[in-house]
Structures are given as C-alpha cells and as structure tokens.
C-alpha cells in the first residue's frame, strides 16, 4: 500500500511511522496509510517555512491571490471526488462530505479577495506635520493544528486567511482523519504557494503537534477543551498569539409559542446530524412546559424514521461515530444519563450494518436536569438531552448555566423572546427559528467562554490574528 508523505520545505518526506486511516463504516477498509512526522520533521518544516515565508510575504497581493483562486478552483472541480474521500475517512454523509470540500473551496475563493482587499488605514496625526500610518504585516510561521470532524474545512479555514495575509504555514491535521488534509496539502503544493511557505505534518498530537508550539510565532488550533487548554498553556512560555477553538455544550430554546415542526427539524438536525459530531451540536434542548410533551413526542417520531447507515450509500442521514473509542464515550454517557435518572425517550442502539462498523442510533433523554454530567460535558456523538423548564427568564437561565459558549438557538415566534435571546445569551453564536449547526463562510466564528480563546476566526475578523499591526509615523 502507497505510504502518503509528509510535505516538508517543498518536498514529500517519508515518516519514522504510519498511521493507518480506517473507514468507520467499514473497519476493513484501510482508506491509506500516512507517513508520521517526528520532532526533527517538524523543525525542519519551522526551517524551510521561515525562510520561504520571506518571500511569500514579500510576493505581490496578486501573486498570493491569484495561488488562493487556484486552490479554491481545484477543491471546487474535484469536490465529488473528495467528498467521497471525506465521507470515507470521517464518516459523514457523501453530500455532507461534498458540501464540506465546497465550503473549503468559498473559503479560499473569499480570502484569495481579501488578499487585494485587506490594507491598513492613514488617519490625521493630533499633532502638526505628522503622518499617521497604520499596516498589517505578516506575522511569520503558523502553525495549526486541527481535529477530525471538519478534515477539510477547518484546515481551510486557517490556511486561507494565513496564505493571504503573507505568513508561512506548518499544519499538522488529526491523526484520524489526514486524508482530506493530505489531499489538500497536494493541491497547496501544485497551487503557486511558494516551496516550503506551506508544510503538511501529519502524526499525533503528543508527539507531532507538540512539536509545533515549540517553533510557531502563533498558534491556531481547533479541538477539545482539554487540549486547547493544554496548548493555551504550553505556548504561554514562549509568549506567542494563541487562537483555540473548542467545544460546545450547545443550547436550543424551545418556547411554547414554537412552530412545532420547525422546532423538530432544529432539534433533529441540530443535535443529531453528522452523528452529532459538531461542535455547533444542541446537545441540551430547553424545552417549556406546555410545549414539552407535543415537541418530546414529535422529535421522538422524526426520529424514529432516521436512516443510520454507511457514509457512502445513498439515503444514509446518520453515518457511523469515528472510531471506537468515540463509540465508548458515547456508550459510557448513555450510561450515566441513566445513572443519573434521565430517561431514555428514545434509546440509542448499537446497529449492525452490512459491514462492520461504529454505528449508533441516537439517544434522546427527557426529564433531565442541566446539573447531571450528561448536561454539562461534551459528549460529541448522537445523544442529546431536554431539560424541561417554566418560562422563557428559566430557559435563558439554563441555556447560560455552562462552561461553556459557543452556538446558542431559539425557536420561536415572538419577537421580543427572540431579541432578547439574542442581547443576552452567552454564546459567540446565536441562531432563530435555524439549527444551532450550518454557517455562513464569509462571517466571524468563535464562541465564549471555555469555547473559545483569542480572536475570531473567519470572515474579514480573520486578520485580526493573522496579522501584526505597525502604527508609523512621518514627520
Ligand atoms: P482533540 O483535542 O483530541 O485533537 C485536536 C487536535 O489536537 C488533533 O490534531 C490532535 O492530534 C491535536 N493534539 C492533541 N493533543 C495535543 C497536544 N498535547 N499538543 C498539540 N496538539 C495536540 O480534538 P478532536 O477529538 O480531534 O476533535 C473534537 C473536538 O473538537 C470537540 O471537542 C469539538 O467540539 C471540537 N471542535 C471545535 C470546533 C470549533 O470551531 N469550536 C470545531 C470542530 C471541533
């Protein structure tokens, strides 16, 4: 089997080891194997990034776009192909791998704009005879770091806006999923991105991503609270940017004016589509009582009708959790909620398939109270609970009670609830009468609170942390 090399200074370098990347709808399927990245690898890359990035920053606005376009370009042309490829190592449906490669493509088609588009600002000196510039300058070499269940969009979305802004990149994708990412970093490579500006590393994260902090000038990086913490403080040392951005213990708000079968549809794809694996997920849905019942029983109905299923075959909804031990952390918490007293409404079951692989029916829970563990850690797979409250003040109450504070959702038809909602809820992401998941790409993303640390990611916030700011003046 062909052995996927890391791209180091411009070149495919062989690893110390592989990592094989299984398909979890059919554990018999190896989608690759993927050459690790040591320590050395890894500095080496710092090397060549901080050299080569010289002359990327220095490159001409069009050069850099003209390169974005190109990229934007290929991921659009080829997006069946690596959709298929997506699904195949991640698990998600086949148009939900499709739509994600097309998502990568609009990030780079924005930021190849914004590359002509972005400047600095002149404005008048308080004092006589003096000019005032303001300019963003690269920052240097950026090392990312990104998780499995966005494996292309996430890379996408911090490569752009750190190409167009003239820095070097060194990204080091999850060991589960490097797939999408080798793919992308090909394109990269053939793009006109300069020789060694952009470097793929692939390999775990103690060991591979480690290494990344040791040399980055700044670090973003997308993963679970727990690891960002851990970068957050490995990278303090060094005083380098940090940009994290991690999990979600997401709430939907469903008031007794809803409309019922927009509340479903927002709970049913909010907490369950893409196994749930979504930082964005409604993982707590704030139910109030005179609606609790009708809206309980109806999500109880949509989704008895779920097709779980393998990623790759037409009509599959839901495909199968990532690997094993994300199957054993879902297991695990199903047995808590019990443990704890919530009720199943509707009891997630391990399926059998046609092939062997983790697939999981959702889990819904009722009679839940937002103190039990099931409410107040990430579980990351399909399995969401209701919390039955009073009134609106209760629910927002509810919704704010965590650690969390990423993508926050309300459903209802009066405009003040949903103005309030809005003014008040601590998220960095707020959504009426939608899903608390799906987003718009040329827009900030990010959260608060244990969701989120350092500037936005995305739209034109984007610059913020990929740029240096230098005020000059003239006189
Ligand atoms: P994870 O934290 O296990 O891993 C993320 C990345 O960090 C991987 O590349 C991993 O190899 C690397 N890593 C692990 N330990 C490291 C270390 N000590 N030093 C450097 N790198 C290290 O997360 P995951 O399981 O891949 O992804 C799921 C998590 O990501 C969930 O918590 C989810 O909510 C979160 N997520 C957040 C967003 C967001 O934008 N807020 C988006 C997608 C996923």
Not at 27 to 33: I, L, S
Not at 107 to 129: I, L, N
Not at 218 to 223: E, K, L, Q, R
Request: hydrophobic residues 40%; proline residues 4%; glycine residues 10%.
């Amino acid at each position: 089997m062909e052995i996927y090399r890391n791209l180091i200074g411009g070149e495919w370098v062989a690893g110390t080891d592989v990592i094989r990347n299984i398909n979890p709808s059919d554990t018999n399927d190896v989608v690759g194997e993927y050459a690790v990245a040591s320590a050395k690898d890894v500095a080496a890359a710092f090397a060549a990034a901080r050299v080569a990035g010289k002359a990327w920053g220095a490159a001409t606005t069009q050069a850099r776009a003209d390169a974005l376009f190109k990229i934007a370009g290929e991921l659009l042309d080829r997006r069946e192909e690596l959709g298929t490829l997506l699904a195949r190592e991640e698990g998600k449906t086949r148009p939900e791998g499709i739509g994600e490669v097309m998502r990568a493509a609009q990030v780079f088609r924005f930021f190849a704009g914004e590359t002509v588009r972005y400047g600095g600002e002149k404005v008048a000196s308080v004092r006589p005879g003096v000019d005032v510039d303001i300019s963003r300058e690269p920052v240097g070499v950026i090392g990312l770091i990104t998780p499995w269940n966005f494996p292309i969009a996430i890379p996408a979305w911090k490569i752009a806006p750190a190409l167009a802004f003239g820095n070097a990149v060194v990204l080091k994708p999850s060991e589960i999923t490097p797939g999408s990412a080798w793919a992308l970093a090909e394109i990269i490579h053939r793009s006109g991105v300069l020789p060694g500006v952009f470097s793929l590393v692939m390999g775990t994260g103690p060991e591979t991503g480690r290494a990344i902090i040791a040399h980055a000038d700044a670090v973003s990086f997308t993963g679970s609270a727990a690891t960002g913490a851990a970068i957050v403080q490995a990278a303090a040392p060094r005083l380098i940017r940090v940009q994290a951005e991690m999990g979600g213990k997401n709430p939907l708000v469903v008031l007794d004016d809803a409309d019922l079968s927009t509340a479903v549809t927002c709970a049913v794809d909010g907490s369950f589509f893409q196994t749930g694996q979504r930082c964005t997920a409604s993982s707590r849905i704030i139910v109030t009582q005179e609606i609790h019942d009708r809206f309980v029983d109806a999500v109880a109905d949509r989704l008895a009708s779920i097709v779980v299923g393998h990623a790759l075959e037409a009509g599959t909804q839901v495909g199968p959790v990532i690997d094993q031990r994300q199957l054993d952390k879902d297991l695990s918490y199903i047995d808590i909620g019990e443990s704890e007293g919530a009720k199943k409404k509707v009891a997630g079951q391990r399926l059998n398939r046609d092939t062997p692989g983790f697939y999981l029916s959702p889990t819904l829970f009722t009679e839940t109270t937002n103190t039990m563990r099931i409410n107040r850690e990430e579980i990351f797979g399909p399995v969401a609970s209701v919390i039955r409250v009073k009134d609106y003040e209760e629910a927002l109450h509810v919704a704010n009670d965590t650690a969390y504070g990423l993508s926050a959702g309300i459903v209802t038809t009066s405009q003040k609830h949903a103005k309030h909602f809005q003014a008040n809820v601590e998220s960095g992401l707020t959504m009426v009468n939608l899903a608390t998941a799906g987003l718009d790409y040329h827009v900030p993303f990010g959260g608060r609170k244990g969701s989120s640390y350092g500037p936005r990611e995305q739209g034109r916030y984007a610059v913020e942390f990929y740029t240096e700011v230098k005020t000059s003046y003239v006189g």
